[in-house]
């Protein structure tokens, strides 16, 4: 028998997203965020929502861009604390030691250090309650070399991203492969 938890944003697990983007004087910004993935297949998309008090949402808004970066577990206490302080008070790429590299295609930086980047333009502002959805239209993914698997798409076991368990706010890295996708079922 199930028990009642009540409305709750309960899926496990949610990626750990770190968002860059400038703000209305040039100043880059890094922001955790766990509430995102993505949303289209074609064009290429992805949501992330923010809450309308945080620096980046009205960087977003201002400039129509974010970045997504995507960090190893090697770098989980930068991306814990890029969604502990605020962008207003700090240049967290500095206090990081992070190298902020300018997009080429969207308004926006992402970190040179960080093996996995998507830039995006914004194409969609959804208003929710307490947050505000983005979809950003991902002009282009950019990987280091050594994340990369066999098929145009880096490796989930190189690239080790870190996974957010809400509720119980813990932090978790990717597990063991259980089957391959659009196989396993064909057993059933």
């Given at each position: ?64 861009a974010?970045t ?32 902020p ?29 307490l ?21 145009e ?25 259980v ?10």
């Amino acid at each position: 028998m199930k028990k009642s938890i009540g409305a709750k944003t309960a899926i496990y697990p949610t990626p750990v997203l770190v968002i860059g983007t400038y703000d209305k004087t040039g100043k880059p910004n890094l922001a955790t965020v766990a509430w995102g993935g993505v949303c289209c297949s074609r064009p290429p998309c992805v949501a992330v929502s923010l809450r309308k008090a945080t620096y980046s949402h009205a960087n977003i808004v201002a400039r129509k861009a974010f970045t997504v970066n995507i960090l190893s577990v090697a770098r989980l206490a930068e991306a814990d604390y890029y969604g502990m302080a605020s962008g207003r008070e700090e240049n967290k790429f500095s206090r990081t030691g992070v190298t902020p590299v300018k997009s080429d295609l969207v308004d926006a930086p992402y970190g040179k250090e960080f093996p996995l980047v998507l830039e995006c333009r914004l194409k969609h502002t959804v208003e929710l309650g307490l947050h505000t959805q983005f979809v950003g239209e991902i002009l282009d993914a950019k990987a280091d070399e050594a994340v990369m698997g066999d098929n145009e798409y880096p490796d989930i076991e190189k690239l080790r991203p870190i996974l957010y368990a809400p509720g119980s706010q813990k932090y978790y890295a990717v597990g063991e492969c259980v089957g391959d996708a659009f196989s396993v079922g064909k057993s059933i």
